[in-house]
């Protein structure tokens, strides 16, 4: 069997070095013979050169070219950065005018920020006693607090808003609605809330609502099982170091 593959294999080379076509044969030697007896050998053929004119003319016209196309591409990379600064700059004002409505001192229905009035810097206690007026009265499901988390969590990675005594209530209030709509289908309407909740009114819950989807959280509403989880446990642990210490 060893000699028959070792044949096979002497005459497959021996074909392929005394390969001979219609128009001539190629020796051994790799030299291409033409019927005629003329011999080329296409293995040291090259390609056509350019002349010092042409070459040079080439090297001129590409030298001509990059510094425009570099400078046109600068161009656009600069006109792209002073809008994004534009862009980014304007964020930031419309931010800082919407934060407003958030802040405790602004009262909604007279449209009067009383810049003097003293807030208190809340507590874990203080926190945790408002989440818990709001789920009771608003009769949420245990869940919501949770997702109102996750939502607290992404207003911070998305636009960097400071949460502070003056606006945490508000942004509370207002991730505690929506969660509950998201999570409960039987949920609470607007116009229900202010029934519940004495502190609040139709007009404040629509225009939070309003900014907190469209400008700050951008309809980012879904939670994932695996963030719900993660959110879970750590607020039982937070629960957990409270009801020690108390």
């Known amino acids: 069997m060893a000699n028959a593959s070792f044949n096979s294999v002497s005459q497959g080379v021996s074909l392929r070095s005394s390969n001979v076509n219609g128009s001539g044969s190629i020796s051994a030697s790799g030299v291409f013979k033409t019927p005629s007896g003329s011999v080329t050998n296409k ?58 409505f958030f802040d405790v001192r602004l009262e909604f ?35 919501t607090p949770v997702i109102a988390l996750v939502y607290i969590e992404r207003l911070l990675r998305k636009t960097g808003v400071l949460i502070n005594k003056y606006n945490w209530k508000r942004f509370l209030l207002i991730c505690l609605c ?16 202010p029934k519940v909740m004495s502190d609040v009114s139709v007009t404040m819950i629509n225009k939070l609502e309003q900014m907190f989807l469209d400008l700050f959280l951008n309809y980012d509403l879904v939670v994932k099982g695996s963030e719900y989880a993660k959110y879970y446990f750590v607020m039982r642990t937070l629960a957990e170091d409270l009801r020690d210490e108390a």
Request: contains cysteine.
């Open 178 to 193: 929506v969660a509950s709509k998201v999570w409960d289908d039987d949920s609470l309407e607007n116009i229900h809330f």
């Open 109 to 143: 229905d007279a449209e009067i920020f009383n810049e003097d009035q003293e807030v208190p810097v809340p507590s874990e206690h203080d926190i945790a006693a408002y989440c818990k007026y709001v789920t009771v009265a608003s009769k949420m499901d245990n869940e």
């Open 43 to 100: 293995a040291i053929q090259k390609p056509p050169i350019m002349s010092k004119s042409q070459q040079k003319f080439f090297d001129g016209a590409q030298a001509d070219e990059s510094p425009a196309l570099s400078a046109s591409t600068v161009l656009r990379q600069k006109q792209k950065a002073e809008q994004e600064k534009f862009d980014r700059l304007e964020q930031i004002a419309i931010l800082k005018e919407q934060l407003r």
